[in-house]
Antibody, heavy 123, light 104 residues
Framework: EMQLSESGGGLVQPGESLRLSCAASGFTFSDYGISWVRQAPGKGLEWVAVISGSGQTIHYADSVKGRLTISRDHSTSTVSLEIKGLSADDTAVYYC????????????????WGRGTVVTVSS | VMTQFPATLSVSPGERVTLSCRASQSLASNVAWYQQKPGQAPRLLIYHASTRATDVPDRFSGSGSGTEFTLTISSLQSEDFAVYYCQQYNHWYTFGQGTKLEIK
């Protein structure tokens, strides 16, 4: 069974950094890109970062560019997201999401979501 | 930009409902729909604008191309009351702001 499991969330103070992890299982890790999507309390979904299956292609949303670093470790089938300079606006549930290719268009949609990890930024 | 409307829809079980999503530029068919229930992660329903994901009941259907997309639920069941998001994956990723289906 394919699974994604996030960890690393918690209560942090403004200005601090945090590293989230996503452990993948049940599929060939290197074949699929992984994204992070966040959801602020009571709000909608916001995509923030993606790393390709090989790790060679990385892209960030403009809203977070410069503060986030995404990486992957093929030896442990884990994707990490480091967030620097946290502010209250970063308070959200962070979901790890597996990509799947749309065979008709070669685009990539999200076919598997983790349960999420909660990040709260507050003094 | 993906614009979903309406923001909230009050409907009765058994009714047919159509949710709309409009894109600011042409997306071909690179649109997906997700369902999110309270306290849960989103779940993929539709990709390629109209292809149902695995194990999605056939009462869910998607249509559209270019800039106009719809998700139709033919006969609402109690478990369908949730928030629905459209997403474009034509150029990176953008979600609509969601449509909440609530019981009338």
């Amino acid at each position: 069974e394919m699974q994604l499991s996030e960890s690393g969330g918690g209560l942090v103070q403004p200005g601090e950094s945090l590293r989230l992890s996503c452990a993948a299982s049940g599929f060939t890790f290197s074949d699929y890109g992984i994204s992070w999507v966040r959801q602020a309390p009571g709000k909608g979904l916001e995509w923030v970062a993606v790393i390709s299956g090989s790790g060679q292609t990385i892209h960030y949303a403009d809203s977070v560019k410069g503060r986030l670093t995404i990486s992957r470790d093929h030896s442990t089938s884990t994707v990490s997201l480091e967030i620097k300079g946290l502010s209250a606006d970063d308070t959200a549930v962070y979901y790890c999401v597996k990509e799947q290719i749309d065979m008709y268009t070669s685009g990539w949609y999200f076919d598997l979501w983790g349960r999420g990890t909660v990040v709260t930024v507050s003094s | 930009v993906m614009t979903q409307f309406p923001a909230t829809l009050s409907v009765s079980p058994g009714e047919r409902v159509t949710l709309s999503c409009r894109a600011s530029q042409s997306l071909a068919s690179n649109v997906a729909w997700y369902q999110q229930k309270p306290g849960q992660a989103p779940r993929l329903l539709i990709y390629h604008a109209s292809t149902r994901a695995t194990d999605v009941p056939d009462r869910f259907s998607g249509s559209g191309s270019g800039t106009e997309f719809t998700l139709t639920i033919s006969s609402l069941q109690s478990e369908d009351f949730a928030v629905y998001y459209c997403q474009q994956y034509n150029h990176w990723y953008t979600f609509g702001q969601g449509t909440k289906l609530e019981i009338k």
